[in-house]
């Protein structure tokens, strides 16, 4: 049998960290030219699948793809798209098996969070009934922290240093300046239902009573009138407040406190920020001075402050992906295994895509302190080897220097189009 050639795919809100998984596939892949033909990558994602837009991978150098190790967010195009249940619209997954027949694809390598490991596995059971099988490995990319079965997920470990690294930063300056302006500021980081991002800030504490002195997480019930109290205390005995808010920060029956109305391209609430939210709050019912700034998009494409683990855990589970594809796995994830003891250690495993589809991982409640304004020891320990190490790009000029990509496609093999 002639062997297949490899697709690789980015989906979702891309991390500091995803192109180092990208690095880790393709390498890996050319260290096995017997087994793997031609790596092409989905230009924007899935989308390129469906559209017949696939990048030959073939074209770019050895020296750019070492460089994706260290460039930001998705150098083959991202997107947000989520392919319908195949009882919904069976004809998508249809027309991916068609294009990866058409291009002699065997292996199918996915890099996102939850809806991608369904995407995943949905493609690697219709390719069986179709008669076209295919090798489909999810490769996990998350900020949120989220999915289930692996320790930690490739992207948090960066962006929990950044958020860590702004929050103490952002704390002296308010501290420098609380006795004549800035009371209360307020830092809003990703989060939409579980804390993982929030709970980092924590790691800017070095001694207690250090900033931030309140977090606010999905997972716990906002209380307006325990929050106020708590802000005015923390002014009153430090002359300052400083909080990280998860933007998913939600009262008891589940409503956010920032739901605006709207939804995302999957389904999700769109949130119109929680930090001018509380900020407004603590305005007009303590009449206290506030700054809020809003992490977005700054903190999960930071690779100049990278976590040099997060950047180790995504190359690694990348080469994983393709060496478990290379004996023969398929429907799987390479899972991240934290070893026991009190030395932080850790190796790869396989997680089946069945118990990791569209399941999320949640903060657990033994790592957020009993008054739920912040994280346990417990909780510290779990997140704070995460954020070791320094992993600089290279600089020029004082900038950092990142990969551009040729991103050349190849010719579409198929006379029709298909609209997404």
Same mark, same amino acid.
Request: hydrophobic content about 40%; charged content about 25%; some cysteine.
């Given at each position: 049998?002639s ?18 998984? #990208? ?28 559209? %017949? ?13 070492? $460089? ?8 083959? /195009? ?6 319908k ?20 694809? /065997? ?7 939850? *809806? ?33 079965l ?28 609380? $006795? ?14 579980? /804390? ?8 800017a ?53 920032? *739901? ?6 999957? /389904? ?6 929680? #930090?001018? +939210? ?17 992490? *977005?998009?700054l ?21 994983? #992906?393709?060496?478990m ?30 118990e ?19 994280? +346990? ?9 995460l ?7 290279p ?6 220097q ?7 496609l ?8 298909? %609209?997404?």
């Amino acid at each position: 049998m002639s062997k297949k050639n490899a697709f690789y795919a980015q989906s979702g809100g891309v991390t500091a960290v995803i192109n180092a998984s #990208a690095c880790g596939v393709i390498e890996a892949a050319r260290e096995n030219p017997d087994q793997i033909g031609n790596v092409y990558a989905g230009l924007n994602g899935i989308l390129g699948a469906l559209r %017949e837009e696939l990048i030959d991978v073939n074209q770019e150098s050895a020296e750019d793809i070492a $460089a994706l190790r260290h460039t930001p967010s998705g150098a083959f /195009g991202s997107c947000r798209y989520k392919l319908k249940s195949l009882e919904e619209n069976r004809a998508e997954y249809e027309r991916l098996i068609e294009v990866f027949k058409a291009h002699n694809i /065997g292996y199918f390598f996915y890099n996102g969070g939850g *809806d991608s490991a369904d995407t995943c596995l949905k493609v690697s059971q219709l390719s069986e009934t179709m008669g076209y099988p295919i090798q489909a490995i999810h490769i996990p990319k998350t900020v949120d922290n989220d999915l289930p079965l692996t320790d930690n997920c490739p992207g948090f470990g960066s962006v929990a240093k950044y958020v860590a690294v702004s929050t103490k930063e952002a704390a002296m300056d308010v501290a420098s300046m609380c $006795a004549t302006s800035t009371k209360v500021f307020i830092l809003e980081v990703m989060g939409r239902h579980a /804390g993982w991002i929030a709970a980092a800030g924590a790691l800017a504490q070095e001694q207690e009573g250090d900033a931030p002195h309140i977090i606010l997480f999905p997972e716990i019930a906002f209380d307006k009138e325990k929050f106020l109290a708590k802000v005015q205390k923390t002014v009153d005995e430090k002359g300052y407040c400083v909080i990280v808010a998860s933007e998913g920060a939600q009262y008891g029956d589940g409503t956010f406190l920032a *739901d605006a109305g709207t939804t995302d391209a999957f /389904g999700h609430k769109q949130l119109g920020g929680v #930090a001018p +939210t509380l900020a407004n709050m603590v305005k007009s019912e303590l009449g206290l001075k506030y700054h809020w700034a809003l992490a *977005d998009y700054l903190q999960r494409a930071a690779r100049h402050i990278a976590s040099a683990t997060d950047v180790e855990q995504a190359y690694a589970v990348g080469r994983a #992906a393709v060496e478990m594809a290379v004996a023969g796995k398929n429907a799987i994830m390479p899972a991240i295994i934290r070893a026991e003891g009190e030395e932080y250690s850790w190796s790869i495993a396989e997680a089946p895509l069945s118990e990791v589809a569209n399941v999320e991982k949640f903060m657990p409640r033994e790592y957020i302190s009993e008054d739920g304004f912040g994280i +346990t020891e417990e909780g510290r320990k779990y997140l704070l080897p995460l954020i070791q190490g320094e992993d600089y790009p290279p600089y020029k000029n004082g900038i950092p220097q990142y990969a551009t990509l040729k991103k050349q496609l190849v010719e579409k093999k198929l006379g029709t189009d298909f %609209e997404a």
